[in-house]
Nanobody
Framework: QVQLVESGGGLVQAGGSLRLSCAAS????????MAWYRQAPGNQRELVAT???????NYADSVKGRFTISRTNAKNTVYLQMNSLKPGDTAVYYC???????????????WGQGTQVTVSS
């Protein structure tokens, strides 16, 4: 069994910062790409940022220059540092990871439970 557990969401004023964390645990053999998605009310879930096991990153245009994704492979953890937050960043943020578990053949996508980020104006 593999689990992703997020933490770090909350309420912040516009211009402020938050740092999200997501730790993967369980019967993990390896983790490939890790990512953050977000979903605002009435909107589809959208990709925010990705990071490979080697540290290569990609960002949505809307967050470039403000958000930074990073990971600690030894801890199976991915982070999202969010600076200069705007009200438009308000959403539930979800962690996603492409994981090969020790108990399965091939890889599978796993999701965290989501953490609320609210940015007030």
């Amino acid at each position: 069994q593999v689990q992703l557990v997020e933490s770090g969401g909350g309420l912040v004023q516009a211009g402020g910062s938050l740092r999200l964390s997501c730790a993967a645990s369980g019967s993990i053999f390896s983790i490939n790409v890790m990512a953050w998605y977000r979903q605002a009310p009435g909107n589809q879930r959208e990709l925010v940022a990705t990071i490979t096991s080697g540290g290569s990153t990609n960002y949505a245009d809307s967050v470039k220059g403000r958000f930074t994704i990073s990971r600690t492979n030894a801890k199976n953890t991915v982070y999202l540092q969010m600076n200069s937050l705007k009200p438009g960043d308000t959403a539930v943020y979800y962690c996603n990871a492409d994981i090969k578990a020790t108990t399965q053949w091939g890889t599978a996508q796993y999701w965290g439970q989501g953490t609320q980020v609210t940015v007030s104006s």
